[in-house]
């Protein structure tokens, strides 16, 4: 009756010592983002959603999107994370548990005659040999005295937490990067049709030139300068495939089919794209699931170091077994047949040659270097909305200057025409007039696809669309 007190008075003191719980509680850093963003963000304009590309209306955007959301591997690859590290945390959480096993076995023997421990009778020694049959059940499990299995499971819930955000800024980056090569293509085509223009211009000049100095009017020279125009305007449209496949490549990859498969159709000119409201810097924790990932690794990385700390602490493991044991079949379910053991282990660690001080001091600065990388990625996701906004404002500007220079080049193209039907000048003068709207115009396209570029850059670096509250 004293030892069954005693090991009771040992439960319920690990017990109550189980409310103790070792380690720092984990707290989320400080973001410290400015009040406002270096580029002038616009304060109105659309609101992200999850499924951001739909807010276009473009439907061969819209099913890029499903396609790369459906077969892209970086998708696939995020999804298996999450299964592994949900694995992870079923295991720990089991450690929280007793442990159960039940065996049977039937074991034949027979004990040595030549041994020290054999006994002798008579000058005779004594062997046993026969068959023996048992039946066992078999309980272990730790008290957590300091916390260290709770540790464990909160690291691992975590990982969990940190998995799931990493697939959530794969989806971010993937539509990002699938609308941004789908729109490059737009623009290419846009400066297909600019270039085909531009080359049709050189080669009616080429023609006019060719006659001209045929007739003895021109010099060899304004020929070669005509035809070294249409060289290079022949070049520029030579390119072009060349340009479109890479990005028709990079778009099949993105979307996990094979380049060939591909096909797309050409649509209307590029527009300039809509606002998108940047919000406030304060605003991009709860925007961008890189940023809360970061925080779910600090998080893992405080619980290792209520792990390491429980390791300089003593350790409780109940366990126990019944069964039944026998030489005889038909016996081994009786009353004598009967055994068992229960009863704690404690365990003290007194020296391992400084493994847990180093553990330890590895926990911490796995939780310093956490800390570190998240306000290195809260600095580089400020930095990648100021980029897109700078770019976005850059380009706006630009392309109204180019579009000014469109309509006056556009104007004196109309006074060539309006003069050369009349004969005060030369056909030559009239592709001369040309030159200034055509290149303008392929500007323009180039200047398109950029700001469509930087608008799928705002929405990455924003997060697209994701919420903490929502995913």
């Known amino acids: 009756m004293f030892q069954l007190k005693t090991v009771l008075t040992l439960v319920a003191t690990a017990a109550l010592a189980a409310c103790t719980t070792l380690g720092p ?3 989320a850093p400080a973001a410290n983002a400015p009040a406002a963003y270096r580029s002038a963000a616009p304060a109105a ?46 295991a720990t959480r089991a450690d929280e548990l007793p442990r159960v096993d039940v065996g049977a076995s039937e074991t034949g023997l027979r004990t040595s005659a030549k041994s020290v421990t054999t006994p002798v009778l008579g000058g005779k020694a004594i062997t046993f040999e026969g068959w023996q049959s048992g039946l066992q059940a078999s ?38 990067d699938v609308a941004a090569a789908y729109w490059q293509w737009r623009a290419l085509a846009d400066e297909a049709k600019a270039l ?27 020929l070669e300068r005509v035809r070294a125009e249409l060289a290079s305007a022949d070049a520029d449209v030579a390119d072009l495939p060349r340009r479109q496949a890479l990005v028709l490549n990079q778009i099949a990859a993105l979307t996990g089919q094979a380049a060939a498969e591909l096909k797309l159709q050409a649509t209307a000119p590029l527009a300039a794209p809509p606002q998108i409201r940047a919000g406030l810097p ?9 940023l809360a990932q970061s925080l779910a690794q600090l998080h893992a990385a405080t619980a290792q170091v209520g792990i390491a700390e429980a390791a300089f602490y003593p350790s409780i493991h109940l366990t126990g077994s019944f069964g039944y044991q026998s030489k005889a079949l038909g016996d081994l379910v009786s009353a004598p047949a009967r055994l068992y053991s229960f009863g704690p282990g ?18 911490k600065a796995q939780v310093d270097e956490s800390l570190a990388g998240f306000r290195g990625r809260m600095l580089q996701a400020l930095r990648e909305v100021d980029d897109a906004l700078a770019e976005l404002q850059g380009r706006a500007a ?16 109309a006074v ?43 929405v990455k670096a924003l997060g697209g669309g994701w919420a903490a509250n929502g995913g």
């Open 45 to 90: 304009g659309a609101e992200l959603q999850r499924d951001w590309w739909l807010m276009f209306g473009d439907a061969q955007l819209d099913a890029l999107e499903a396609q790369a959301l459906q077969a892209g591997p970086t998708l696939a690859a995020a999804a298996a994370r999450i299964e592994r590290a949900r694995a992870v945390f079923g």
């Open 346 to 363: 404690i365990s003290l660690p007194l020296f391992e040659g400084g493994r847990n001080q180093a553990n330890l001091g590895a926990a």
């Open 416 to 458: 060539a025409r309006s003069r050369y039907d009349k004969g005060a000048v030369s056909y030559l003068d009239v592709t001369e007039a040309e030159r200034t709207p055509l290149a303008t115009e392929r500007a323009l396209a180039q200047l398109r696809g950029a700001q469509w570029a930087a608008t799928a850059q705002l």
């Open 282 to 290: 304060s605003e991009l924790l709860q925007r961008r699931p890189d």
């Open 398 to 413: 630009v392309v109204d200057a180019q579009n000014r220079t469109l309509a006056s080049s556009s104007q004196a193209l």
């Open 25 to 27: 509680n984990y707290q």
């Open 196 to 222: 085909q223009r531009q080359r049709d211009s050189r080669a009616q000049a080429f023609q006019v030139a060719q006659t001209r100095f045929d007739a003895g009017s021109s010099t060899a020279q304004d």
């Open 139 to 176: 309980l272990g499990w730790e008290i957590d005295l300091w916390g260290r299995v709770k540790r464990q499971a909160e690291g691992a819930q975590a990982q969990l937490d940190a998995s799931t955000l990493d697939a959530a800024a794969a989806r971010v980056a993937l539509t990002a």
